[in-house]
């Protein structure tokens, strides 16, 4: 009896589609990142912006890195996850342009970014090591950790500064 094709379908397979989906997914966070911190009010959001651009830039050349430990070329596939979640950004910057309360859409907007992607980069990790890909595992968890201190930072922004503001206009 010949296979079928869901079959075929192995955690490789999944580990595989699942990168392409976080490097178009990395791909659009550094095109999307200019255009928030030019649309950030606060010097601080801001700087966060043109800091994590700075890191995307690590994360696409690690995630280059983890298609060359499986023998892959680099390329993406369109995520609908991060398309939807960088229109609800641009969107925000529509509808807030000028308002109290833009930046705190805008963290908002970034922090659904950092979640979708510490949710994809841990399970990448860890199919990376059920896999036995070791040298994948490590450039996995470097972004992962990165990923998390992002959104934590991010966090205590929202808390010390930026929700403030707009609570107060």
């Known amino acids: 009896m010949a296979p079928t094709k869901a079959s075929s379908k192995d955690l490789n397979t999944l ?7 976080i490097y178009f997914a990395e791909k659009k966070i550094l095109a999307t990142l200019p255009k928030m911190a030019k649309a950030a009010q606060s010097p601080d959001l801001k700087a966060a912006f043109e800091k994590h651009r700075g890191q995307t830039e690590e994360h696409v050349a690690r995630l280059e890195g983890v298609f060359e430990v499986i023998g892959k070329k680099p390329v993406g596939k369109t995520c609908a996850a991060i398309m939807g979640i960088t229109e609800e950004g641009a969107e925000i910057m529509d509808e807030y342009k000028g308002a109290a309360a833009l930046d705190a859409g805008l963290l908002a907007a970034a922090q659904a970014v950092e979640h979708y992607e510490i949710s994809r980069y841990g399970t990448l990790r ?3 090591s059920e896999l036995g890909y070791n040298d994948a595992v490590s450039l996995l968890e ?8 992002t959104d934590a930072a991010l966090t205590q922004l929202a808390e010390s500064a930026v929700n403030v503001a707009a609570e107060a206009a």
């Open 15 to 21: 580990f595989h589609d699942t990168l392409k989906d």
């Open 126 to 128: 860890t199919w990376a």
């Open 142 to 149: 470097l972004t992962l950790s990165e990923e998390k201190e």
